[in-house]
Every structure is written in structure tokens, then in C-alpha cells.
């Protein structure tokens, strides 16, 4: 986990940082801690908005996840880079592997820069 920040950070030197304990506004445990690196606005139906992290970082006892959120192409991730980034599950918003060893670095990086590109546009 350490060693994916510490790409994560590189890749995107001036990202926003966030660290989230995983806890609801009551106190209560609703997801694993994880980091978020970048931010946008996430639009509702009701017109209202959020700034949340377009890139997040969690790990779990069956591995580690990637969030790369705000995709309109939902099956983006996993035709681009599911068959060829390694021995990982590619979902629509997200890249879950057991170790940083399982996969294409460069390519995890990629998806990430896209990510972030994207949802820039």
C-alpha cells in the first residue's frame, strides 16, 4: 500500500489528498479507511453537488482496490485494461488485486491518469 501511494503521489504531484476512516457522520464503521487523491463534483438529480476523490485507495483482507470514480463509460476499464494489466478483477470503477507484484504497474498508472483526465473534461 505504501509503495502505491508513493506512485500514486508521483504520477499526480499536485493532487488534493484526502484520508477517510471509513466511518459514517454518526460514528459508525460503513467501509473500509481508505486514501483519495484528486477531486471533482459529483452531480445529483436534484441538481445539488459533492466534492469527492476521483482516485481511491483501499486495502482489505482480500487485497487491494483502486476507485478510479466519475467515469461515464462504465465498461472503459475493463475493455482497456482487463486482460492485459494482470492477475486483477477490472470492474467499472474499479482495479481490486491481492498484491502491487499482480499487476502492469505502468498500466495501473495509466488507468489512474485517465481517470483523472476524464473527469477533468
Given at each position: 500500500?505504501?509503495?502505491?501511494?508513493?506512485?500514486?503521489?508521483?504520477?499526480?504531484?499536485?493532487?488534493?489528498?484526502?484520508?477517510?476512516?471509513?466511518?459514517?457522520?454518526?460514528?459508525?464503521?460503513?467501509?473500509?479507511?481508505?486514501?483519495?487523491?484528486?477531486?471533482?463534483?459529483?452531480?445529483?438529480?436534484?441538481?445539488?453537488?459533492?466534492?469527492?476523490?476521483?482516485?481511491?485507495?483501499?486495502a482489505n483482507t482480500?487485497?487491494?482496490?483502486?476507485?478510479?470514480?466519475?467515469?461515464?463509460?462504465?465498461?472503459?476499464?475493463?475493455?482497456?485494461?482487463?486482460?492485459?494489466i494482470g492477475k486483477?478483477?477490472?470492474?467499472?470503477?474499479?482495479?481490486?488485486?491481492?498484491?502491487?507484484?499482480?499487476?502492469?504497474?505502468?498500466?495501473l498508472l495509466e488507468?489512474?491518469?485517465?481517470?483523472?483526465?476524464?473527469?477533468?473534461?
Amino acid at each position: 500500500m505504501q509503495e502505491l501511494h508513493q506512485l500514486i503521489v508521483r504520477a499526480l504531484p499536485k493532487c488534493k489528498l484526502w484520508f477517510l476512516d471509513g466511518k459514517n457522520s454518526e460514528g459508525k464503521v460503513v467501509a473500509n479507511p481508505n486514501i483519495g487523491y484528486g477531486f471533482y463534483t459529483i452531480k445529483y438529480a436534484d441538481g445539488s453537488t459533492r466534492e469527492f476523490y476521483q482516485i481511491g485507495l483501499s486495502a482489505n483482507t482480500t487485497g487491494i482496490s483502486v476507485y478510479i470514480l466519475g467515469l461515464e463509460d462504465k465498461t472503459y476499464l475493463a475493455k482497456t485494461y482487463g486482460k492485459k494489466i494482470g492477475k486483477a478483477t477490472v470492474t467499472g470503477y474499479c482495479i481490486k488485486f491481492k498484491k502491487l507484484g499482480d499487476v502492469d504497474v505502468d498500466l495501473l498508472l495509466e488507468a489512474i491518469q485517465y481517470g483523472v483526465q476524464a473527469t477533468k473534461e
